[in-house]
């Protein structure tokens, strides 16, 4: 397994596999590696012939108040779990070398990103299609891997490649959890136990929702009201940034006063003190 | 010669030429063509084994005042002339199979486009840089050909392509001119022939620049006047919109109490009625 710092470099190397007929999927990932990242990994391994796994804190898509200084960073671990799931490349740049000095030409998206986790986090998703555009460009993969936990990101990094059309297969792996339930994530570890063992109430609330749809409830304020009494019984201390049941298309907000007719992503984050919990389920009629 | 207008389909064929060992030369161009353009698909031919020409008016680098309903679309007989130059594939895409409904993801410039034209055009360069960045993925060119004569654009599009890690060369044209010294241009046509008389006078004024400069006078003050004192007095119905020495890197304007003491783009652009034309040269001290 080759770890490459040099952006330019991944390139290079990038350009020479895709020239020997090979075909690359790409996993981006800040780091810290749990086995959510690997079962993307493993997704990547069964889809291409080389597998690059990009391990970079990107700046740009932190907010001023929030952990960029903070995320825990993993290198080494990182680099020993990817080595033993076949990763070929490590992808593992300076900020600087990413974004040098002048850096002037970035990506925005204007629409999927004003709702959900982008009505809070103003100017994430813009920060996040900029280094995958950039992560893209030079890792020029075939196949890009990505987690259903991070819905709306999916989404929005689905339709950048639709409007700039990279030739790249998005794929989406499924959300990997612990065993009672909490969607794996780096930020749970911030959890305090007593927080700890609230949170799996996230996921309560989800399959709640998802049943009692399966069941014939299309009211989205009954939907709704499902995931938020699991959610104030179960998670006390948790406090709700949102709970949204959008089209799972344009992740236009649903009204209360809707009922569910077309494929819905009902979607949540919940903060325990500073720390900012996600996940999400989809709803099909 | 081939014509393409689905953007898939130019996206397949540019991959399987990579595949097969081609080197793509790409010289995006909004058609209406004459010699300039077609000198650009000459240093494309030169440079690559196939040459890809887009001929698209690409509505979004139109300002709502600007001329895009009236940009001349002449593109039968720019088919004739490229198929004379060797040209391998047109790509003549309409404005729907480029911008598909929904479309929420763009490109902006931050810096660069702030100066000379982008100050009274705004949102152009961002346009400009949605567009390439699409032709780019589309045709997946080594080499890229733009012309000289837009000055802002060529900077701007190497900063893209620094800034997104494009795996690109990009290659700036001289300028084509009339034999009395008018840059080509497709706007050129709309001149009255008073106008067009008066014209040249662009050309005159950054040459009688050059040449203050070229003997040693570094003041912009005095070399700002050369050019100004030149175009009252050879195109007094032309209206400045800028006389600019400009950092020829950042594209920062100097101050008139400036001296060059580094490399410096002189621009300028004059309205004729409604036409607006631009020219430009550089002074390295």
Not at 87 to 115: C, N, Q, R, W
Not at 220 to 230: H, N, P, Q, S, T
Request: proline letters at 7%.
């Amino acid at each position: 397994m080759q770890i490459i710092e040099s952006p330019a470099d991944l390139q290079l190397a990038a350009l020479a596999l895709r020239s020997a007929g090979e075909t690359i999927a790409l996993v981006p990932t800040m780091g810290n590696l749990h086995e959510g990242h690997l079962s993307l990994v493993r997704t990547a391994r069964a889809m291409a012939t080389r597998v690059i796994v990009s391990d970079f804190v990107n700046p740009t898509q932190f907010g001023p108040n929030e952990d960029y200084a903070a995320y825990p960073r993993t290198f080494e671990a990182d680099c020993a779990l990817l080595e033993r799931e076949g990763a070929d490349i490590v992808f593992h740049p300076s900020p600087e070398a990413m974004y040098p000095d002048g850096t002037s030409v970035s990506l925005i998206e204007t629409s999927l990103s004003k709702h959900l986790c982008g009505a809070s986090r103003p100017g994430h998703f813009n920060g996040v299609c900029t280094v995958v555009a950039k992560l893209f460009l030079l890792a020029q993969p075939h196949i890009a891997v990505f987690g259903q936990k991070d819905a709306q990101q999916l989404r929005v990094l689905r339709r950048m490649v639709r409007d700039l059309n990279f030739p790249i297969q998005v794929v989406g792996a499924p959300i990997v959890r612990e065993p009672d339930g909490l969607a794996m994530s780096s930020r749970n570890q911030y959890l305090t136990p007593a927080q700890r063992l609230e949170a799996p109430a996230l996921h309560r609330a989800l399959e709640a929702c998802s049943t009692a749809f399966a069941s014939g409830e299309r009211s989205v304020a009954a939907l709704r009201k499902r995931i938020l009494g699991i959610l104030s019984a179960s998670a006390p201390s948790g406090v709700p940034d949102y709970v949204t049941l959008a089209d799972d298309e344009t992740l236009v907000p649903l009204d209360d006063a809707d009922t569910v007719s077309r494929p819905v992503l009902a979607a949540l984050a919940v903060r325990f003190g500073t720390t900012r919990l996600i996940d999400n389920t989809e709803l099909r009629p």
